[in-house]
């Protein structure tokens, strides 16, 4: 007997190009497709769709980073490139996620640095790059023309678009053919909101990833779990404001009481371990692209991902 | 289909005499009709009727219970596939599995810590929930012994993982009335098996390789008399077990296929993958979950995602409005205002209480939302903090008046200020800060 695990549904997820390599007009080793379900997490027998993606996010000011990561990773904290670089050849992830923190200074107004910092993480990494500009409303124009401008054919992933604040980042991933994260405070009606706005400004589908917000494990997590949930769901009954891949990135699960007053023995596990569950419950929930910041969460949930796949075993212990 | 109330009523043998537990034959009839109630709970119902109503008016997962006592926990009785359709009702147990051929020092050890570790969040002790112990040694006697060892120390759920019958005799002779759930039975050996769950009536894991053969066995161990079921689905995968648990909840809660209608058991102890079997298991339908024992973090991490994905969507974990007390505040004790949302009430209250200055506590009712959720919805406002003072007859309890007011609530200080007449501190945004700000800030108060 066949069970039919598309409940009827007729909608299909959109799909994002993340990266280019150089036949596609940018210098990356790979790029991605993300998106192109038809049905929950998990369940697709098309063997074709990819597992979730794993990203690493790291930042080129590393003073309010969690400690956490200092501890582990030393002064390659320091060191921009070479953070992304190890991103990719010891840590194993398959984007790295860059957060411009140098931005976050009071007064900042080096915007020429910005764009060496690209253009260094570009040659340091051949992965596609998701990138965090300013934070900042009075800079946003500026950083977010140089980060598209540097970073021209790369189909970078560029964020953070919000409903009060998208026009700048949207300006920029149009002028030169990148993709945005769209965030709003965990609930659908919003998300599809800011959706229409950008569609209303000319951002394209296939040009918006879909960031419900992530509360962290025990601080709002069941909130995105259940947003994430619907947001998949509404996209599959044929919702088209709402049929982008997501992503989910829990930046707080560092800083939550459970984690920052761990014993020192035991604090790195405990930031891996609460990464790795909210990472593996938002990609059951529908994220395509988890992020974390501790590189060891990184290979647990690509393993992990690996046994989600069609045709996939479990590992034998020998 | 769903049938009324009434039309259920009509059915019923009209005696009430209070059998099944309600007062009344009507009231059973509305359990029934709402899926509350299983018809079996009414002892003089002809077959005709049964059958009738057997399929329609169970829950569409049959609620078994495992382990007896305080620390017993019960499964199944889910309504939905996603818990923003209504809330998800029986948090899976969490077993820790120890083998029969561990030491007895080791087993002891487990045992205890099962026992005794609690994890105390938002006001609720988190806990793992039984033992599981597996006949590795294949011998009747070290399984007894095993059983035995755990049974000593402490009144948990159990399963008893046993491939032959002889095993879970010998087990059962000492642990055979306190429902533990034996494992299992297999389309080779049911018909042993189930006597066995009979003789002393414990539930029961079956398992077969998808979901005809599921359906085939589930029927089968049904004839044989044994109802209280739970379904082992000796996933291949991850992957394979999420597709199969989907499908199975899917076909039980539409009632497309009852006879699929009962808790699922997961098996966590893969190597490499315990830890994402678990979060998947809790978040994708596993109602038993069997881990070697976890470390202090994946403990902690489990049992956070197990709580929140069963908390009720519809309402978040609130406290009542109120005045509360840390310690024993005198007359010149500081007043904090607060949410009562209470993973902030239990964050704040848990520094406060580290920080040893007696206090007060005001709990204003933001309809549980959070400090900065609330201060963005406009649900914190000045009026509701001038209200909560009045109501809660703060002004009586102190001889000043001076409130502390939350780091991120911090742009309505001045609002709060012209509404209430009490001046107002800003405090810090992260309640670990707490202390030091009172050590430091609260003996400058001219009181
Ligand atoms: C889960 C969540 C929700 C849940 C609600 C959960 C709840 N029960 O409140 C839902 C999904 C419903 C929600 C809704 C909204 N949310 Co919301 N939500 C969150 C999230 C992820 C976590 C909140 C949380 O649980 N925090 C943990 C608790 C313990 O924190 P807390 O109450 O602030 O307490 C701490 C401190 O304030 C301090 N403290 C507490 N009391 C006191 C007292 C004193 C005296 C002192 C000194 C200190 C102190 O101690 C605690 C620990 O440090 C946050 C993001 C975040 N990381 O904070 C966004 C967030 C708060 N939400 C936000 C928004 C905008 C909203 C909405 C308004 C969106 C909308 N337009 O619908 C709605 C409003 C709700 C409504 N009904 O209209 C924004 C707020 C933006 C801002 N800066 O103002 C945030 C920051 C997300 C974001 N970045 O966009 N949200
Ligand atoms: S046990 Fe049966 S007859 Fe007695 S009250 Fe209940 S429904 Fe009525």
Redesign the interface.
Same mark, same amino acid.
């Given at each position: !007997?066949g069970?039919d =695990?598309h &409940?009827g549904w007729t909608g299909t997820i959109g799909k994002v190009i993340l990266g280019a390599t150089p036949g596609e007009g940018g210098t990356r080793k790979t790029s991605y497709s993300i998106g192109g379900g038809t049905t *929950?997490? %998990? =369940?697709e027998l098309n063997p074709l769709l990819r597992a979730p993606l794993v990203a690493l996010e790291i930042c080129d000011d590393p003073e309010y980073w969690s400690p956490i990561i200092r501890n582990y990773c030393g002064d390659l904290v320091d060191d921009v490139d070479a953070w992304a670089k190890t991103a990719e050849t010891v840590y194993g992830a398959d984007l790295v996620r860059l957060y411009l923190t140098s931005t976050r200074q009071r007064n900042f107004s080096d915007i020429a640095s910005v764009g060496k910092t690209i253009e260094a993480v570009l040659s340091a990494t051949g992965l596609p790059l998701i990138l965090e500009g300013s934070n900042e409303p009075r800079i946003d124009s500026e950083v977010f023309q140089r980060c598209g401008e540097t970073a021209q054919g790369e189909r970078l992933l560029l964020g953070t678009a919000e409903a009060g604040r998208y026009r700048s980042i949207a300006a920029a991933a149009l002028a030169y053919n990148h993709s945005l994260i769209a965030q709003s405070?965990i609930d659908v009606n919003l998300a599809k909101q800011l959706n229409i706005l950008l569609r209303e400004i000319g951002v394209q589908r296939e040009h918006i990833v879909i960031d419900p917000y992530t509360g962290a =494990?025990?601080?709002? &997590? /069941?909130?995105s779990?259940?947003a994430m949930?619907?947001i998949r %769901?509404s996209a599959l009954k044929g919702d088209t404001d709402l049929s982008m891949p997501m992503i989910c990135s829990a930046i707080d699960s560092l800083t939550i +009481? /459970?984690v920052?007053e761990?014993e020192p023995s *035991?604090q790195d596990? !405990?930031a891996?371990?609460?990464e %790795?569950?909210t990472g593996?419950?938002g990609a059951?929930?529908g994220a395509e692209i988890i992020c974390v910041r501790h590189p060891k969460t990184v290979m !647990?949930l690509k393993?992990?991902f690996a046994? =989600? !796949? +069609?045709g996939?075993?479990?590992? /034998?212990?020998n | 289909m769903a049938l009324k109330a009434l039309d259920i009523y009509k059915l019923l043998p009209k005696k009430n005499c209070k059998e099944c537990g309600d007062p009344t034959c009507l009231t059973f009839a509305m359990k029934l009709a709402g899926g509350k109630a299983d018809v079996d709970l009414c002892p003089y119902l002809d077959d005709q009727a049964k059958s009738v109503l057997g399929a329609t008016t169970r829950p569409p997962i049959r609620l078994v219970k495992i382990g007896v006592g305080e620390r017993s926990f019960a499964t199944g009785e889910e309504f939905v596939l996603y818990r923003h359709d209504k809330t998800f009702y029986h948090p899976p147990g969490i077993l820790f599995k120890i083998s029969d051929l561990q030491t007895h020092e080791e087993i002891t050890a487990t045992t205890i810590r099962v026992r005794d570790e609690t994890f105390t969040r938002i006001g609720s002790d988190l806990r793992f929930n039984g033992i599981a112990i597996e006949n590795a040694s294949g011998s009747p006697e070290t399984f007894a012994r095993a059983v035995a060892t755990v049974e000593e120390n402490a009144d948990l759920p159990l399963v008893l993982m046993a491939k032959s019958t002889g095993a879970l005799n010998a087990a059962l002779v000492q642990v055979g009335s306190y429902q533990p759930l034996i494992h299992t039975a297999t389309p080779e050996n049911f018909r042993e098996m189930c006597a066995v769950a009979k003789k002393h009536s414990c539930p029961m894991a079956i398992k077969a390789h998808g979901i005809d053969n599921l359906i085939t066995l589930a029927k089968d161990c049904l004839a044989e008399g044994v109802k209280k079921l739970v379904m082992d689905l000796c996933p291949q995968s991850l992957g394979d077990y999420i597709t199969t648990a989907t499908a199975i909840r899917q076909l039980a809660i539409t009632r497309a296929a009852p006879d699929l209608g009962y808790p699922v058991f997961m098996d966590a102890t893969h190597p490499f993958l315990q830890d994402a079997a678990i979060a998947l298991g809790i978040v994708k339908y596993a109602s038993v979950i069997i881990t070697p024992p976890l470390s202090p973090e994946s403990s902690k991490a489990a049992l956070t995602l197990r709580q929140n994905i069963y908390t009720d969507p519809q309402k978040p974990i609130q406290m009542n409005p109120g005045l509360y007390r840390v310690g024993t505040p005198g007359k010149d004790a500081p007043v904090l205002v607060t949410v009562n949302f209470s993973l902030t009430f239990f964050t704040l209250q848990g520094y406060l209480e580290s920080s040893r200055v007696p206090c007060f506590m005001l709990i204003i009712d933001t309809e549980g939302l959070s400090v900065l959720t609330a201060v963005a919805a406009g649900k914190f406002n000045e009026t509701l903090v001038r209200d909560s003072l009045k109501k809660f007859n703060v002004e009586n309890e102190v001889a000043h008046k001076t409130l502390i007011i939350p780091g991120y609530s911090a742009p309505l200080s001045g609002r709060i200020e012209e509404a209430t007449g009490w001046k107002v501190m800003v405090g810090p945004r992260d309640a670990a800060e707490i202390g030091e700000y009172l050590h430091e800030e609260w003996g400058k108060v001219p009181l």
């Open positions: !007997m069970y =695990l &409940f *929950l997490p %998990f =369940l405070p =494990l025990g601080y709002g &997590f /069941e909130y779990y259940s949930e619907r %769901f +009481k /459970e920052r761990a *035991l596990e !405990m891996v371990q609460w %790795f569950y593996i419950s059951a929930a !647990m393993n992990a046994s =989600l !796949m +069609k996939a075993g479990f590992p /034998e212990v | -």
